[in-house]
Nanobody, 115 residues
């Protein structure tokens, strides 16, 4: 199992970012996937999940209405569109297997929201 996140960066409050996760080494189209994040000094927080076929999505209350999870099973790719970013969204973002990010995780991509 290999998961490689990309797309992080330094942005200002109110900006948008799109994170990507390239998956390999397993049958991506059969696996539910999630995004999770870890802010400095805090534990891992589940952010969003999507079912293997893409028909079911879930979001943490803190990101509902601002973030959108999606996947492209033909490309073995997972995405997280993040709009209206806030300073409290600053964290390392991980893609992970499982609906609650309970499985394997990638190395993460840093998202910093600061004015």
């Amino acid at each position: 199992v290999q998961l490689v996140e990309s797309g992080g960066g330094l942005v200002q409050p109110g900006d948008s970012l799109r994170l990507s996760c390239a998956a390999s080494g397993f049958r991506f189209n059969l696996v539910d996937m999630s995004w999770a994040r870890q802010a400095p000094g805090k534990g891992l927080e589940w952010v969003s999940s999507i079912s293997n076929g893409g028909g079911q999505t879930n979001y943490a209350d803190s990101v509902k209405g601002r973030f959108t999870i999606s996947r492209d099973n033909a490309k073995n790719a997972l995405y997280l569109q993040m709009n209206s970013l806030k300073t409290e969204d600053t964290a390392v973002y991980y893609c992970a297997t499982g609906m609650m990010a309970e499985g394997r995780r990638g190395q993460g991509t840093q998202v910093t929201v600061s004015s």
